[in-house]
């Protein structure tokens, strides 16, 4: 996951921190980074990039079977006709 878009969310929740509360400002960065960097960890998601490759794959193997499929029904027809 990019660390970036971690970075942005812990600033984000530091800045809604109450103004009483801005003196602890950092060391809730870096628990708010450490809690959501092992949180983020553990739901498995995938980067963007890899969703789209993946979509790719899906489509190129989509149209294979779909070609396939084309041709199959042809040889069955074909066989049907000299049966």
Do not use: W
């Not at 960097?37 to 739901?43: E, M, V, W």
């Not at 490759?53 to 779909?66: E, F, H």
């Not at 396939?68 to 074909?78: I, N, P, T, Y």
Request: overall charge positive; aromatic content about 4%; proline content about 2%.
């Amino acid at each position: 996951m990019k660390l970036n878009f971690l970075d942005d969310v812990v600033k984000k929740l530091c800045d809604a921190l109450p103004p009483n509360l801005q003196n602890l400002k950092t060391d809730a960065e870096k628990n708010f980074h450490t809690i959501l960097q092992s949180t983020f960890a553990k739901l498995d998601l995938v980067t963007r990039e890899e969703f789209d490759a993946q979509t790719k794959v899906l489509l190129r193997s989509r149209k294979k079977i779909d070609e396939l499929s084309e041709k199959l029904a042809d040889l069955e027809k074909r066989l049907k006709g000299k049966g």
